[in-house]
């Protein structure tokens, strides 16, 4: 059974700050990775989606990495700014399930003045 | 273009009580899914159709819980003799197909249900 592991669960940083977030998996066969983000209230916003044969995918300040082999991503945010703060969540897509998400438990991020 | 969308955005109801929450998912988009997600924990997965159809219902978690999307587009989630365990915000999300290498998920605010 896939489990989707993220930590820390929380993380606060002063502005400016480079910050890396972890993500790991137990079951190598996916077809990919997202990372998303989740404000109070709001439904999930999708980040960076990476593909199983890739390494990485970039978006501005954010760098999402990809170990298949290992059962690992990181999502790397570089400086940071309070705008940042919000949860962030990342799923996988299990093969031959239906494109269905299991999500980890994400990892709450603060960002300080 | 609209995104997704969920109704109510807030339902209060009381244990034994019957609840509809609602997902209008993207024009055109033909994969829906369901999941549940509560407090401090990533979402849950319940249900996804294909169309009409349930084509894996394994998430939801007992009999008491059905869904339903009759043509294809708008889906309704019915959870009969809710318990206050069901208190959770229920999310919906839609993907213009089911092609798993390419899957993206669109999300939807969801419903903030709360069972007293």
């Known amino acids: 059974k896939q489990e989707v592991t993220q930590i820390p669960a929380a993380l606060s940083v002063p502005e400016g700050e480079n910050l890396v977030l972890n993500c790991s998996f137990t079951d190598s066969a996916i077809y990919n990775l997202q990372w998303f983000r989740q404000d109070p209230g709001k439904g999930l916003t999708s980040l960076l989606l990476?593909?199983?044969?890739?390494r990485e995918q970039t978006s501005g300040r954010l760098n999402a990495s990809l170990d298949k082999s290992s059962g690992r991503s990181t999502l790397y945010i570089a400086a940071s700014q309070p705008g940042d703060s919000a949860t962030y969540l990342c799923?996988?897509?299990?093969?031959?399930?239906?494109?269905?998400?299991?999500f980890g438990q994400g990892t709450e991020l603060s960002v300080k003045p | 273009g609209a995104g997704v969308s969920q109704t109510p955005s807030n339902k209060v109801t009381e244990k034994g009580k019957y609840v509809e929450l609602r997902c209008d998912p993207i024009?055109?988009?033909?994969?829906l899914y369901w999941y549940r997600q509560s407090l401090g924990q990533g979402p849950e997965f319940l249900i996804y159709?294909?169309?009409?159809?349930?084509?894996?219902d394994s998430g939801l978690p007992n009999d008491r819980f059905f869904a339903v999307r009759p043509e294809g587009s708008v889906s309704t989630l019915k959870i009969q003799r809710t318990e206050r365990g069901d208190s959770a915000v229920y999310l919906c999300a839609s993907s213009p197909e089911v092609t798993s290498a390419y899957n993206e998920q669109f999300f939807g605010p969801g419903t903030r249900l709360t069972v007293l």
């Open positions: 159709f294909q169309g009409t159809g349930a084509a894996d």
């Open positions: 799923a996988v897509t299990p093969y031959n399930q239906g494109g269905k998400l299991i």
């Open positions: 990476i593909q199983s044969s890739q």
């Open positions: 024009s055109g988009h033909t994969a």
